[in-house]
């Protein structure tokens, strides 16, 4: 496994439109393996294949305090979202330094393929549900800030290109696992 670089904007990289997985090899495995490790040591709780220079419908996720329960998600298609909607504040490993309130079904039923090239369907809610649509909006070349109005977009942008220049490093998922403590 090896730790990639991720593609950040303004790259044009982000706005294609990710192909489906054929078949399930040790390949596709390994390309898994390194994006787990990737998002893990930016440290962030989601990466899609597009943001490490891979056109191909393969997310990973992992929203647990402790980063121990890895997801992989193959072709991953939303099958049920609910009609309920919920907010969250979101950010980006593609848009660092940038985080926006974004609303989205509070709850969706996903169908894809596991690492083993199983078919499977769950429902998740909370924010594995933002983080499973934020993650697949990247497969169709959607970046989350462009859920915004075209000004606040624009600023945000422009807010993470300085941002990069000058990183700072946040813990967020631990900042949201401690106010939920709170």
């Not at 496994?1 to 294609?16: F, Y």
């Not at 440290?43 to 997310?59: E, F, S, T, V």
């Not at 039923?109 to 769950?122: A, F, H, I, Q, T």
Request: charged share 30%; with cysteine; proline share 5%.
């Amino acid at each position: 496994m090896a730790i990639k670089e991720i593609i950040t904007v303004p790259s044009s990289i982000l706005k294609k439109i990710s192909s489906s997985v054929e078949v399930v090899d040790e390949e596709i495995r390994s390309t898994l393996g390194d994006m787990l490790e990737t998002m893990y040591a930016a440290p962030g709780i989601g990466l899609a294949a597009i943001q490490i220079g891979i056109p191909k419908r393969m997310i990973v996720i992992d929203v647990s305090e402790e980063r121990n329960e890895p997801h992989c998600f193959i072709n991953p298609e939303i099958m049920k979202p609910s009609k309920t909607i919920a907010s969250f504040e979101e950010g980006c490993l593609s848009v660092p330094g940038v985080w926006e309130e974004i609303e989205r079904p509070d709850k969706c039923s996903v169908k894809y393929l596991n690492r083993d090239g199983k078919e499977c369907e769950k429902n998740y809610s909370g924010l594995m549900a933002t983080v499973i649509q934020h993650e697949m909006d990247h497969l169709e070349g959607i970046v989350f800030v462009d859920h915004l109005s075209r000004l606040k977009k624009g600023i945000s942008i422009k807010k993470s290109i300085k941002f990069q220049k000058n990183p700072v490093k946040e813990d967020r998922l631990a900042k949201y696992h401690n106010d939920k403590k709170s």
